[in-house]
């Protein structure tokens, strides 16, 4: 093997590789990180004025991740200007990925703090530091120690009023917190126990002598009563963190000292789970060697793709744009997408770019990832915006974009004063730019086809110049978009939506010409597809006045003049064309290139698009305030009627 060589580095480079590979293949399925935010606070003590932080913040971390790499338990004391402490610790019952995952979550979250100290509970781990101040024995502290009660379902909420059963819940939890407690005590600072319909654990940082356990324990253990009769209570301590709840939350296997005594009925079950006990170990034993060999392959694949991409020279160190981004600073947010939320980052060498944090939730992003980054890298379009590299090695995964300097589409088209910047040449070679940028990723010029999935004005970004680049492409295949998109972001997609994507799911180049069309239509019209007006959908209104050859009318008041009244109808009747409801009749982005350019092309006559009997529109704008849901559910059974009857009425 080479790995003698590795630096160290390169070593927690595979590390997290490693344990993203783990988290994927084991965690959804058999055990459970327990990242939830149970609470983030920020301390008072910030570094003296004058002292650069950030260094010794990041050294702090490192040195803490270090130790975490193979323990539960981590402290660590940075002998600097500030001198900083910090403690990290996993809850016992974790496993070591499992532990190591809370970390990681525990660390990205954390800075938000900064410049302040903070300390951070996660429901499976914690993590704080300070400046200049040894707390590695503090047990309690009147100022930041708080309860969080949660209920999470409505049971316990109507038995409120049933006096006796709450009575019996608040004796069980006092068991089961009186319980847990001691267990912990005997125990080295942590237990677990479950009775009665109650789960509880309790765990003491491991810095704490014995006595001071004790005393943050006992004064977790009175505090977290308070939150009877809620059927979740976790007390936040300086030193120690105790949870009880009636879902059994923490790893099974863990609360060994629940038991009561064996009857006869316990003997006779036990000696029919161990008969059971043997066929079952020796079909488990098939499934593990089968998962294993599974994951073997998956790593040696992994291992090829991701040398493949060390070599592409696109790779990113996550330190470094953490601090391009000062630590994702919510001042240097720049938008928020499907996809994930981009920051504005400033590279050591000076050049700014984009970065951005994925949200993933696919098992096997991972493969996925590193064939979409080398394919993206691969199509280089001056109306596409330039993706410069990606970072795998920290606990989340990064992209890095061109930076674009004059925001999106949207906030130029829908701003009252911004829209008038634009002309209508400049709406035309807008629009022709899209398409250019488009038919490239649909294949003109290079031999891969991308499909963009979600062509809309504020995934168009304007340079210095109004030049469009289209952003947010490729990705958002591998990113799971099929649920997320129907339950986040239909609300600004909807208006862009193919039918036939958004009813089945059928996906090909021509549902971005759809959405194209769509966004043709609002460039001109200035208007929003989406806003709905007494006269139905911004599709609809143009439609209309097609049909009556009135398309003059629909062109945005502020940029009326004689250029426009003679290319704008033209444009709009595009736009049309692309938006027709059936598949076949809409062009490819090279015709409509086509069409825009060449001044003797005749446009085609488009068909009605879809969308327009739509009575649905009504109800959703006669109550004003309307509930999402049920309009997607209507706006889908409306499609399906119209997509299906032009559809046919198309191909006759
Ligand atoms: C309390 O815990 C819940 C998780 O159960 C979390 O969503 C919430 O943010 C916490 N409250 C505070 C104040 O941190
Ligand atoms: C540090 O600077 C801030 C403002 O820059 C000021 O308000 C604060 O008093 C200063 N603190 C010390 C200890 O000098
Ligand atoms: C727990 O500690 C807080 C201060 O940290 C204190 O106010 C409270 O009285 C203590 N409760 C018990 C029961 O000791
Ligand atoms: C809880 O009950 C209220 C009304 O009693 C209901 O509106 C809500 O949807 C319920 N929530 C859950 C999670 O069942
Ligand atoms: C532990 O639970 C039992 C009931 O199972 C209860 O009688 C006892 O008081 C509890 N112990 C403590 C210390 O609360």
Known sequence: MESMGFSALKQSYWRWVF????????????????????????????????????????????????????????????????????????????????????????????????????????????????????????????????VNCSSNNNATALDRDQNSRMISFGRNVDHAVGNVTSIALRRNGFGVVGMDGVYALAQCWDSLTPAECRQCLQNASETVRRCVPNDEGRALNAGCYLRYSTTRFYTEGADSEGHHGYSIGVIIAIVSALSAFVTVSVSAAYVIYARLSKRKRELKNLGRISKRFDRSGLKFKYETLEKATDYFSPSRKLGQGGAGSVFMGILPDGRTVAVKRLIYNTRQWVDDFFNEVNLISIIQHKNLVKLLGASIEGPESLLVYEYVPNKSLDQFLFDEEKSKLLTWKQRFDIIAGIAEGLAHLHGGGSHVRIIHRDIKSSNVLLDENLSPKIADFGLVRCLGTERSHLSTGIAGTLGYMAPEYLIRGQLSEKADVYSFGVLVIEIVCGKKNSSFTKSGSLLQTVWTLYKTNALAEAVDLSIRDEMSAKQAPGVLQIGLLCTQASVLLRPSMAEVIQMLTDKDYEIPMPNQPPFLNANVLGTATSSGSYSTDSFISNALRKIQSSGTSSESSGTR
């Not at 660390?107 to 938000?112: F, K, L, V």
């Open 19 to 146: 344990l993203f590979i783990f988290s994927f293949l084991f965690h959804t399925c058999f055990s459970d990180p327990r990242i939830t935010n149970a609470g983030l606070f920020c301390g008072d003590s910030r570094p003296p004025n004058g002292t650069n932080y950030v260094p010794t913040f990041t050294e702090l971390m490192k040195q803490l991740s270090n130790q975490m790499n193979d323990n539960h338990f981590a402290s660590y004391h940075l002998n600097s200007t500030p001198p900083m402490y910090g403690l990290a610790q996993c809850h016992e019952d974790l496993d070591q990925t499992d532990c190591l995952l809370c970390h990681a979550e525990a660390r990205t979250r954390i800075p938000r703090c900064l410049p302040r100290s903070a300390r951070i509970f996660l429901d499976g781990c914690f993590l704080r530091y300070e400046y200049n101040r040894d707390f590695f024995h503090e047990s309690v502290s009147p100022t930041f120690d708080t």
